[in-house]
């Protein structure tokens, strides 16, 4: 079966300071990999995905991911992270059929000044 | 292009009774999913339909129900609410024809149950 993980339930970083998010899958097949974003009180929004190809994936809002076969990774990173960065993440893997996706914990982002 | 609307985005019901929640897709999208996301238990997949018909099923009770029209708006039901089925329900769709579509989320149904 499917699953995800990611470690960190909370991180807090410095506005201006990078991050990086981990995400760990398990997967039988290639997996189709997601990083969401959701706001207090708001939907899940769409960062970035990787289907296949470019293991560098670029996102929307600075955002970039790396796929790692050999390690089971899908690692969400931004270079400078601004105040409305602070939300919760998910990994998600896309699972067969295609309609479920199966969600990590989250991770929950506090940016300080 | 609107993007996925639910209705109600909030809601409060009693122990017992029963619920029906609203997804209306993107245009053109014919799959609409629905998740459960609680503290506890994260966000879990609900289930799926696809040109009205069920396509796959999570693991929730019988008590869950859905369906979608043929326009391709869909609707979830809960039937003798339990405490625990406190959550926000998410609402997602995409084309639902290819295995990279990805999937759209609305903002949600907040649904509290006293």
């Known amino acids: 079966a499917q699953s995800v993980t990611q470690p960190d339930i909370h991180i807090t970083v410095s506005e201006g300071a990078s991050l990086e998010l981990r995400c760990n899958y398990s997967?039988?097949?290639?997996?189709?990999l997601f990083w969401y974003v959701q706001s207090p009180g708001q939907g899940l929004q769409l960062l970035l995905k990787?289907?296949?190809?470019?293991?560098l994936v670029q996102g929307i809002k600075g955002f970039e991911a790396e796929f790692k076969r050999s390690q089971s990774s899908f690692n969400l990173r931004k270079p400078s992270v601004h105040w409305s960065d602070a939300a919760e993440y998910f990994c998600?893997?896309?699972?067969?059929?295609?309609?479920?996706?199966?969600f990590g914990a989250g991770t929950q982002v506090v940016v300080t000044p | 292009k609107a993007g996925v609307t639910q209705t109600p985005r909030y809601l409060i019901k009693t122990r017992g009774q029963q619920v029906t929640l609203s997804c209306s897709p993107i245009?053109?999208?014919?799959?609409v999913s629905w998740y459960q996301q609680t503290p506890g238990q994260g966000l879990q997949f609900l289930f799926e339909?696809?040109?009205?018909?069920?396509?796959n099923k999570g693991n929730f009770p019988g008590r869950f129900s859905g369906r979608q029209f043929s326009n391709s708006r869909s609707e979830m039901n809960v039937s003798t609410l339990e405490l625990g089925d406190s959550a926000l329900y998410l609402c997602?769709?995409?084309?639902?024809?290819?295995?990279?579509?990805?999937?759209?989320f609305g903002p949600g149904t907040r649904l509290t149950v006293l």
């Open positions: 997602a769709s995409r084309l639902g024809t290819g295995q990279t579509d990805t999937q759209y």
């Open positions: 998600a893997v896309g699972a067969v059929p295609w309609g479920k996706l199966q």
């Open positions: 990787y289907f296949s190809g470019d293991t």
């Open positions: 339909y696809f040109s009205e018909t069920q396509r």
């Open positions: 245009s053109g999208h014919r799959s």
């Open positions: 997967y039988g097949a290639t997996p189709y």
